[in-house]
Protein backbone atom coordinates (compact mmCIF):
# COMPACT_ATOMS: atom_id res chain seq x y z
CA UNK A 1 0.00 0.00 0.00
CA UNK A 2 1.67 3.70 -0.80
CA UNK A 3 0.51 6.37 0.66
CA UNK A 4 0.12 10.20 -0.73
CA UNK A 5 -0.71 13.29 0.44
CA UNK A 6 -2.35 15.22 -2.30
CA UNK A 7 -2.07 19.44 -2.06
CA UNK A 8 -2.04 18.88 2.01
CA UNK A 9 -2.14 22.14 3.74
CA UNK A 10 -2.76 22.25 7.65
CA UNK A 11 -3.65 25.14 9.91
CA UNK A 12 -3.94 25.16 14.04
CA UNK A 13 -6.37 28.28 14.09
CA UNK A 14 -4.21 31.44 12.96
CA UNK A 15 -1.13 29.33 12.60
CA UNK A 16 -0.61 27.82 9.21
CA UNK A 17 1.74 24.96 9.73
CA UNK A 18 1.98 22.91 6.79
CA UNK A 19 1.39 24.17 2.83
CA UNK A 20 0.78 22.73 0.06
CA UNK A 21 2.14 19.37 0.24
CA UNK A 22 2.13 16.81 -2.47
CA UNK A 23 4.16 13.58 -1.68
CA UNK A 24 3.90 9.97 -1.86
CA UNK A 25 5.23 7.39 0.28
CA UNK A 26 5.70 4.36 -2.18
CA UNK A 27 5.31 0.94 -0.74
CA UNK A 28 8.56 -0.82 0.28
CA UNK A 29 10.63 2.19 0.79
CA UNK A 30 11.77 4.56 3.34
CA UNK A 31 11.16 8.27 3.37
CA UNK A 32 12.92 10.22 5.80
CA UNK A 33 11.40 13.76 6.51
CA UNK A 34 13.52 16.49 7.93
CA UNK A 35 13.13 20.21 8.71
CA UNK A 36 13.56 22.75 11.03
CA UNK A 37 12.12 22.70 14.33
CA UNK A 38 8.56 23.56 14.28
CA UNK A 39 8.11 22.90 10.81
CA UNK A 40 5.01 20.27 10.98
CA UNK A 41 7.37 17.45 10.75
CA UNK A 42 5.07 15.27 13.48
CA UNK A 43 1.86 17.00 12.10
CA UNK A 44 2.49 15.47 8.59
CA UNK A 45 2.87 12.19 10.34
CA UNK A 46 -0.43 12.78 12.45
CA UNK A 47 -1.87 13.24 9.12
CA UNK A 48 -0.55 10.30 7.52
CA UNK A 49 -1.68 8.05 10.57
CA UNK A 50 -5.27 9.45 10.11
CA UNK A 51 -4.88 11.14 13.91
CA UNK A 52 -5.68 13.90 12.34
CA UNK A 53 -7.48 15.43 9.16
CA UNK A 54 -5.67 17.85 7.43
CA UNK A 55 -7.12 21.84 6.83
CA UNK A 56 -7.17 21.37 3.03
CA UNK A 57 -5.96 18.30 0.46
CA UNK A 58 -5.99 14.78 0.93
CA UNK A 59 -4.42 12.15 2.40
CA UNK A 60 -5.04 8.99 0.44
CA UNK A 61 -3.83 5.09 0.94
CA UNK A 62 -3.43 3.89 -1.94
CA UNK A 63 -3.51 -0.34 -3.20
CA UNK A 64 -4.19 -2.46 -0.02
CA UNK A 65 -2.68 -3.76 3.13
CA UNK A 66 -0.61 -7.19 3.15
CA UNK A 67 -2.75 -9.91 3.45
CA UNK A 68 -1.77 -10.71 7.08
CA UNK A 69 -1.74 -7.19 7.82
CA UNK A 70 -3.12 -6.73 11.44
CA UNK A 71 -3.01 -2.66 11.44
CA UNK A 72 -1.79 -0.95 8.52
CA UNK A 73 -0.59 1.72 9.93
CA UNK A 74 1.88 1.69 13.47
CA UNK A 75 3.68 4.30 15.21
CA UNK A 76 7.34 4.30 17.09
CA UNK A 77 7.64 7.19 18.88
CA UNK A 78 11.08 8.43 20.59
CA UNK A 79 9.88 7.40 23.82
CA UNK A 80 8.97 4.08 23.53
CA UNK A 81 5.66 3.32 24.95
CA UNK A 82 5.96 0.19 26.05
CA UNK A 83 3.75 -1.11 29.40
CA UNK A 84 5.87 -1.06 32.05
CA UNK A 85 4.10 -3.77 34.02
CA UNK A 86 4.27 -6.22 30.99
CA UNK A 87 7.29 -8.53 30.00
CA UNK A 88 8.78 -8.13 26.13
CA UNK A 89 6.82 -10.78 25.21
CA UNK A 90 3.41 -8.93 27.25
CA UNK A 91 3.92 -6.17 25.83
CA UNK A 92 4.00 -7.64 21.61
CA UNK A 93 0.66 -9.89 22.80
CA UNK A 94 -0.97 -6.64 23.75
CA UNK A 95 -1.17 -5.69 19.85
CA UNK A 96 -2.33 -9.39 18.60
CA UNK A 97 -5.18 -9.13 21.11
CA UNK A 98 -8.57 -9.00 19.55
CA UNK A 99 -7.55 -10.06 16.25
CA UNK A 100 -9.25 -13.81 16.66
CA UNK A 101 -5.92 -14.80 16.01
CA UNK A 102 -5.21 -18.29 17.85
CA UNK A 103 -2.84 -18.54 20.84
CA UNK A 104 -0.26 -20.51 18.38
CA UNK A 105 -0.77 -18.16 15.72
CA UNK A 106 0.04 -15.28 18.12
CA UNK A 107 2.87 -17.12 19.77
CA UNK A 108 4.64 -17.70 16.20
CA UNK A 109 4.43 -13.77 15.30
CA UNK A 110 6.15 -13.36 18.68
CA UNK A 111 8.74 -15.97 18.08
CA UNK A 112 9.26 -14.23 14.91
CA UNK A 113 9.58 -10.49 15.34
CA UNK A 114 11.73 -11.26 18.73
CA UNK A 115 14.13 -13.29 16.51
CA UNK A 116 14.11 -10.60 13.74
CA UNK A 117 14.72 -7.84 16.31
CA UNK A 118 17.59 -10.04 18.35
CA UNK A 119 15.59 -9.91 21.17
CA UNK A 120 14.33 -13.78 22.04
CA UNK A 121 16.65 -13.97 25.33
CA UNK A 122 15.04 -11.03 26.47
CA UNK A 123 11.56 -12.24 26.02
CA UNK A 124 10.74 -12.44 29.67
CA UNK A 125 12.19 -9.51 31.01
CA UNK A 126 10.31 -6.01 32.08
CA UNK A 127 11.48 -2.64 30.61
CA UNK A 128 13.00 -1.73 33.20
CA UNK A 129 15.91 -4.35 33.13
CA UNK A 130 16.46 -3.11 29.41
CA UNK A 131 18.57 -0.25 28.49
CA UNK A 132 17.19 2.50 25.80
CA UNK A 133 18.26 0.94 22.61
CA UNK A 134 16.93 -2.05 23.80
CA UNK A 135 13.34 -0.65 24.73
CA UNK A 136 13.14 1.27 21.47
CA UNK A 137 13.99 -3.02 19.82
CA UNK A 138 10.93 -3.85 21.22
CA UNK A 139 8.89 -1.31 20.24
CA UNK A 140 10.05 -2.23 16.48
CA UNK A 141 9.29 -5.20 17.23
CA UNK A 142 6.00 -4.80 18.40
CA UNK A 143 5.28 -2.76 15.18
CA UNK A 144 6.73 -5.45 12.96
CA UNK A 145 4.44 -7.93 14.71
CA UNK A 146 1.06 -6.67 13.08
CA UNK A 147 2.97 -6.29 9.79
CA UNK A 148 1.77 -3.05 8.98
CA UNK A 149 1.72 -1.70 5.69
CA UNK A 150 3.72 1.46 6.54
CA UNK A 151 5.24 1.96 9.75
CA UNK A 152 5.24 5.53 10.98
CA UNK A 153 8.47 6.45 12.92
CA UNK A 154 8.66 9.96 14.78
CA UNK A 155 12.36 10.52 16.24
CA UNK A 156 12.74 6.94 17.01
CA UNK A 157 16.19 7.61 17.89
CA UNK A 158 16.50 10.65 19.14
CA UNK A 159 16.61 9.43 23.22
CA UNK A 160 19.30 7.11 22.46
CA UNK A 161 23.07 7.59 22.83
CA UNK A 162 24.94 8.04 19.49
CA UNK A 163 26.17 4.87 19.59
CA UNK A 164 23.22 3.31 20.33
CA UNK A 165 21.51 4.97 17.59
CA UNK A 166 24.31 3.60 15.33
CA UNK A 167 23.70 -0.01 16.36
CA UNK A 168 19.97 0.34 16.46
CA UNK A 169 20.27 1.83 12.66
CA UNK A 170 22.78 -1.08 11.40
CA UNK A 171 19.06 -3.21 13.16
CA UNK A 172 16.70 -1.05 11.07
CA UNK A 173 19.00 -1.47 7.89
CA UNK A 174 19.59 -5.44 8.35
CA UNK A 175 15.63 -5.31 9.05
CA UNK A 176 14.80 -3.74 5.87
CA UNK A 177 17.19 -6.29 3.85
CA UNK A 178 15.71 -9.27 4.73
CA UNK A 179 12.28 -7.72 4.56
CA UNK A 180 11.41 -4.47 2.85
CA UNK A 181 8.74 -2.96 5.18
CA UNK A 182 7.13 0.88 4.15
CA UNK A 183 8.32 3.57 6.69
CA UNK A 184 7.98 7.76 6.85
CA UNK A 185 10.70 8.01 8.71
CA UNK A 186 10.61 11.99 10.37
CA UNK A 187 14.31 12.84 12.25
CA UNK A 188 16.21 15.92 13.08
CA UNK A 189 19.31 13.89 12.64
CA UNK A 190 20.43 14.27 9.51
CA UNK A 191 23.10 11.41 9.37
CA UNK A 192 20.20 9.25 10.43
CA UNK A 193 18.44 10.75 7.00
CA UNK A 194 21.18 8.91 4.35
CA UNK A 195 21.35 6.37 6.01
CA UNK A 196 18.29 4.99 6.09
CA UNK A 197 16.12 7.39 3.81
CA UNK A 198 15.61 5.93 -0.13
CA UNK A 199 14.13 9.29 -0.34
CA UNK A 200 14.59 12.50 2.32
CA UNK A 201 12.08 15.67 1.46
CA UNK A 202 13.51 18.64 3.23
CA UNK A 203 10.74 20.84 4.83
CA UNK A 204 10.99 24.57 4.70
CA UNK A 205 10.63 25.94 7.95
CA UNK A 206 6.72 26.70 9.51
CA UNK A 207 4.67 26.64 7.31
CA UNK A 208 6.07 23.44 5.96
CA UNK A 209 6.47 23.44 2.25
CA UNK A 210 8.28 20.92 0.33
CA UNK A 211 12.05 22.47 -0.32
CA UNK A 212 13.66 19.72 -2.05
CA UNK A 213 13.32 15.85 -2.06
CA UNK A 214 16.70 13.73 -2.35
CA UNK A 215 16.63 10.64 -3.78
CA UNK A 216 19.85 8.13 -2.34
CA UNK A 217 20.32 5.12 -4.52
CA UNK A 218 22.99 3.62 -2.68
CA UNK A 219 21.40 0.15 -1.15
CA UNK A 220 20.78 0.54 2.92
CA UNK A 221 22.87 -2.31 3.44
CA UNK A 222 25.97 -0.39 1.51
CA UNK A 223 25.57 2.69 3.58
CA UNK A 224 28.75 2.18 5.71
CA UNK A 225 29.30 5.03 8.89
CA UNK A 226 31.20 7.17 8.05
CA UNK A 227 31.28 6.68 4.13
CA UNK A 228 32.30 9.68 2.09
CA UNK A 229 29.60 9.92 -0.43
CA UNK A 230 26.78 9.41 2.89
CA UNK A 231 29.06 12.67 4.45
CA UNK A 232 28.77 14.44 1.15
CA UNK A 233 24.83 14.38 0.91
CA UNK A 234 24.14 15.56 4.57
CA UNK A 235 26.41 18.38 4.02
CA UNK A 236 23.88 18.92 0.83
CA UNK A 237 21.03 18.48 2.99
CA UNK A 238 22.59 20.84 5.53
CA UNK A 239 23.33 23.87 3.17
CA UNK A 240 19.04 23.24 2.32
CA UNK A 241 18.22 23.58 6.07
CA UNK A 242 21.10 25.77 7.76
CA UNK A 243 19.09 29.35 6.88
CA UNK A 244 15.64 28.29 7.72
CA UNK A 245 17.30 26.21 11.13
CA UNK A 246 18.73 29.19 12.36
CA UNK A 247 15.23 31.46 11.13
CA UNK A 248 13.31 28.67 13.05
CA UNK A 249 15.46 28.60 16.07
CA UNK A 250 15.27 32.74 16.46
CA UNK A 251 11.78 32.70 16.15
CA UNK A 252 11.37 30.55 18.92
CA UNK A 253 13.12 32.18 21.27
CA UNK A 254 10.88 34.81 20.96
CA UNK A 255 7.77 33.18 21.42
N1 LIG B 1 -2.45 20.21 18.54
C1 LIG B 1 -1.86 21.38 18.27
N2 LIG B 1 -2.50 22.54 18.49
C2 LIG B 1 -1.94 23.73 18.20
N3 LIG B 1 -0.69 23.85 17.67
C3 LIG B 1 -0.01 22.73 17.44
C4 LIG B 1 -0.55 21.44 17.72
N4 LIG B 1 0.38 20.52 17.37
C5 LIG B 1 1.43 21.19 16.89
N5 LIG B 1 1.20 22.52 16.94
C6 LIG B 1 2.12 23.57 16.45
O1 LIG B 1 2.33 23.31 15.08
C7 LIG B 1 3.66 23.55 14.71
C8 LIG B 1 4.27 22.29 14.10
O2 LIG B 1 4.40 21.30 15.12
P1 LIG B 1 5.03 19.88 14.83
O3 LIG B 1 5.18 19.20 16.16
O4 LIG B 1 4.28 19.21 13.77
O5 LIG B 1 6.45 20.32 14.25
P2 LIG B 1 7.80 19.48 14.15
O6 LIG B 1 8.44 19.89 12.88
O7 LIG B 1 7.52 18.03 14.36
O8 LIG B 1 8.57 20.07 15.40
P3 LIG B 1 9.89 19.53 16.13
O9 LIG B 1 10.94 19.45 15.08
O10 LIG B 1 10.20 20.59 17.13
O11 LIG B 1 9.54 18.22 16.75
C9 LIG B 1 4.37 24.02 15.97
O12 LIG B 1 4.39 25.43 15.96
C10 LIG B 1 3.49 23.51 17.08
O13 LIG B 1 3.57 24.34 18.22
New binding site residues.
Given amino acids: MDLKLDHVSHH??A?E??RDITLDFPSGQIVCIV????????????MLGGL?QPTAGKVLQIGTPPADCLNPLTYIFQDFALLPWRTVRGNLALVLEDHGLSAAARDAIITDVLARTKLSEFADALPKQLSGGMKQRVAIARALAVNPAVMLM??PLSALDSQTRELLMDDLIGLWTRQPFTAVY?T?NLAEAVRLGHKIVV?SR?P?QVRDIVTLNTPLAERAYGDAELEAQQQHLWALMRDEAAAADAE?LNV
Fill in positions: YGTVLGPSGCGKSTLLREDEVHLRGL
